[in-house]
């Protein structure tokens, strides 16, 4: 499939902005959606709608089967063992909180460490911080080296005999990083430790196959890998799920309910209490198809020329700092030009055209290790050409000219 090919399936990279053709570089924030997902979208609302799980009718059933087949093809893009193991949520954010609360609640106590790295987005952190509220244990962090990859011999270091957890993120949503999932799962599962991974940039980029990974658990959100907006995928492992208490209680995660004693549901229902949004989950489909039709090689392939292309080109402007320089690196650059401020870059590309994002990207922690405020980051999907990279960079040296 040619680029021009994938590019005429979103509508709206056709539009312009501020008179200029848009050129979309937000995608790690969030990714454009193909006809093809708001089309299901769509197809859910007009044709199919009535509350799953609920209905003896023909219609209910319909939008049950809809989003249950959802469920099995999130199972087999990552490669789970059973649907069982795959919990709808709202997003990275809430299959995170769900495993801080649910896993972490119930298995720390007082004086345990857990490990994150220096590298994690704040939803990757926050929920750890308010776990800490209810039990008293410790996080360490790992650091990183100049390339921004991980520090593997200092986490080693960072294991005692109170580590329960490791909580990390597949690919940095600043830096770009990649990590060896694997290594890092092997090195904590060797001292019985845990690992949460944290899946939110690295589904968009790289075929992820949880039982190669041996992750117990992986999150991720559907609106940053072409799909709808508000729901997201927790995977863990059955065992472990098995036996942790729900997250949220209401209608859908019961058995049985009397005011004196209520049993719950399966999995994964147990942790999908209210009513889902079965609408989204179905269009989720469409967005796994786009991937599988495009496939991980042409977008990989494709996305890893366009790294290079811009970073080549943006490494001739003088004063140039890309932040996240490691060779195994996803298509996100983050950078600042000395003498001009990152929201002034990020303002003046707006004017022009350019759609980035300037800020501490829900990663301030990394912020103050390397000793900035923000940065500036354009980041790529498959759907961006070479030419929209010539833009970009036409762009920012107009900006860089301005502001000096
Ligand atoms: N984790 C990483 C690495 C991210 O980049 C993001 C979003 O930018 C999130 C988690 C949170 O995702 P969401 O806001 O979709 O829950």
Known sequence: MSINEIRSQFPILDRSVNGRPLVYLDNTATS????????????????????VHRGVF???????????????????????????????????????????SSFGGSTLRDGDEIILTVMEHHANIVPWQLLQSRINFKIKVVTINERGELDLDQYRSLFTDRTRL??????????????????IVDIAHSRGVRVVVDGAQAVPHLAVDVQALDA???????????????IGVLYGKEQLLENMPPYQGGGEMIGKVTFEKTTFAELPFKFEAGTPDFVGIAALAQALDFIADTSYELIASHEHELLQYTTARMLEIPGMRIYGTAPDK???????????????????????????????????PLMNYLGIEGTVRASFAVYNTLAEADAFIAALNRVVAMLR
Do not use: W
């Open 166 to 183: 490791v909580s990390v993120t597949h690919v940095s949503n600043v830096l770009g990083t990649v990590n060896p999932i694997r290594e």
């Open 58 to 100: 023909a219609l209910s059933q319909e939008a049950t089967d809809l989003q249950e087949a959802s469920r099995e093809h999130v199972r087999k893009f990552l490669n789970a063992r059973s649907t069982a193991e795959i919990i709808f949520t709202r997003g990275t954010t809430e299959a995170l909180n769900l495993v801080a």
């Open 330 to 364: 996803a298509a996100v650059i983050s950078f600042l030009v000395d003498g001009c401020h990152h929201y002034d870059v990020g303002m003046l590309l707006d004017q022009l055209g350019v759609a980035v994002r300037t800020g501490h990207h829900c990663a301030e």
């Open 216 to 230: 117990d658990f992986y999150a991720f959100s559907s609106h940053k890998m072409y799909g709808p907006t508000g």
């Open 32 to 51: 454009q959606t193909p006809r093809r997902v708001v089309e299901a979208i769509d197809d859910m609302y007009f044709a199919h709608k009535a509350n």
